[in-house]
DNA sequence: TGCTACATGTAAAATGTTACATGATTCG
DNA sequence: CGAATCATGTAACATTTTACATGTAGCA
C-alpha cells in the first residue's frame, strides 16, 4: 500500500519518469523506500488509471522517450490525506542481525570478520550522507519549508548508519573480550546512554 | 529466502513449537525479525520435508498438542553454511520517513505532532530493552558463547531505538526553529559527530 | 567489441499479509 | 459471560523479486 505513497510523496517534489524514480530509490532516498523497475512501471500505470497522476511523453534525440509524471489534484489530496495518519514503526529486517543472533556458531575471529564488513559499508555509506548534509546545510533548504523534509530524512540516514557503526565497533569489542580467558570475577556490560 | 534461517537460527539456541517461533517474532527478536503465523507453520512443514528439522509431538492437559522441532544436523550445517556469507545490508522502508520526507505540506504542529508521537513509541521500546539488558548484563550471559549473539542483538536495538528518539528531538528542534521568523543569517545544522 | 547508461515494459516465482476455521482453558 | 491465551492450520490476496525482452548511444 506505501509504494504509492512513496511514489506520490517523490512526484510532490518534482515531476519523474520511472526511469528517474528507479533512480532515487537506489539512491538518495534509498535509506528510507526502495522499489524495484517492474513494481514501479505496474504502479505508475496504476496511479494514471486512478487519476492520482498524470503523464507527458518527451522524445530526445539518441534516447528513448520518457514519460514525466506529475501528481494531479487527486493525487495530492490522497497525499495529504495518508501523512495525516500516524505511521506504524518500522518493521526491521536485518539479516546481519539474524547471522550476529547466531555467530555464537562461528568462530571468534569469523565473526569478528563479518561485522567488520558489515562496518565498512556502512562507514562509506555515512561519508556520502555527511558529504551532502554538508553541501545541503551550506544552502537554503533549512528555510525551505517543502525541502526540509529531504533534509530530515538524511540527517536520519546519518544518524542510522552512524548508530550501526557505534555498535559493530561495541559488538568487536565484545567479542574480543570474549576470545580472551575469562577474569575470575563476573563481567559487566560497559554502560552506555542513561 | 532468510526466514529459513531466521527459523534455524532460532531453533539452534532451543527447540521451540511454531507458536513459541510466532511469539519470538512478535516479541524479542522482532526488533531484527518478523514473520506472521501462517508462514512459521508453512515453513516449518517445508524444512521438514527438506530435512532441515524434525518434530516430537508433546500432549499436554486442557491444551492443543504441540509439535516441538528440533534441529537436525543437515539444518545445523546449512545454517552454518548460510552464517559465513557476508550479510548485505538492510534494505530500510520505513514509513515514518517517507511522511517525513514529504511533511512540508503539513503544517509545522501537525508535522511535530507526527514525529513526538513516533518519538513515544520509541521511548517505550527503549525502556523495555534497556531493562532486559540490565537484566542479562547482571548474568553469566557474557561469558556464554552461545548466548552471546542474542544479547549483541539487544545492544543494536537499543542503539537503533535511541538513535531514533534523539533523531525525533532533533527534528522537532529544526521544526520549531523554522516556525519562528527568520532570522537574517543563513543557518546551519548543528555538528553532529565528527 | 563488449559494457554501461538510458528507458520501458511483461511474466513468473517467491514472499508476506489478512481473513477464515476450530476448540479448550483461564482470567476478570 | 466475554476476552485473551494456547495451538495449529488453510485460502485468498497483495507485494516484491528475478528473469525475460528490446533497442540506442557512448565509452574504453
Redesign the interface.
Given at each position: 500500500m506505501?509504494l504509492r505513497?512513496?511514489i506520490l510523496?517523490?512526484l510532490?517534489?518534482d515531476p519523474l519518469s520511472g526511469y528517474e524514480l528507479m533512480k532515487l530509490f537506489d539512491g538518495s532516498?534509498g535509506?528510507?523506500?526502495?522499489a524495484s523497475h517492474p513494481q514501479i512501471y505496474k504502479e505508475l500505470a496504476r496511479l494514471e488509471r486512478n487519476g492520482d497522476v498524470t503523464h507527458r511523453s518527451v522524445e530526445q534525440r539518441g534516447r528513448p522517450t520518457k514519460k514525466i509524471y506529475s501528481l494531479s489534484d487527486i493525487g495530492?489530496k490522497a497525499?495529504?490525506a495518508?501523512?495525516?495518519i500516524?505511521?506504524?514503526?518500522?518493521?526491521?529486517?536485518?539479516?546481519?542481525?539474524?547471522?550476529?543472533?547466531?555467530?555464537?556458531?562461528?568462530s571468534n575471529e569469523?565473526a569478528t570478520e563479518?561485522i567488520a564488513?558489515?562496518r565498512e559499508?556502512?562507514r562509506a555509506?555515512l561519508q556520502t550522507y555527511q558529504e551532502l548534509?554538508r553541501f545541503l546545510?551550506?544552502g537554503?533548504i533549512?528555510?525551505n519549508?517543502?525541502?526540509?523534509?529531504?533534509?530530515?530524512?538524511l540527517?536520519?540516514g546519518?544518524?542510522?548508519a552512524?548508530?550501526?557503526i557505534?555498535?559493530c565497533d561495541?559488538?568487536i569489542a565484545?567479542?574480543h573480550?570474549?576470545g580472551e580467558q575469562?577474569p575470575p570475577r563476573?563481567?559487566?556490560?560497559r554502560r552506555?546512554?542513561s
Open positions: 506505501s505513497y512513496a510523496s517523490l510532490a517534489h532516498v535509506y528510507f523506500w526502495h495530492r497525499l495529504l495518508w501523512l495525516r500516524p505511521a506504524r514503526p518500522q518493521r526491521v529486517k536485518d539479516e546481519m542481525m539474524l547471522k550476529t543472533f547466531s555467530s555464537g556458531l562461528l569469523e563479518l564488513k558489515h559499508i556502512y555509506r548534509e546545510s551550506s537554503p533549512l528555510s519549508r517543502l525541502r526540509l523534509g529531504g533534509y530530515l530524512t540527517l536520519r546519518i544518524r542510522h552512524s548508530s550501526y557505534d555498535w561495541e559488538a565484545l567479542l573480550r570474549e575469562h563476573v563481567r559487566h556490560a552506555r546512554r
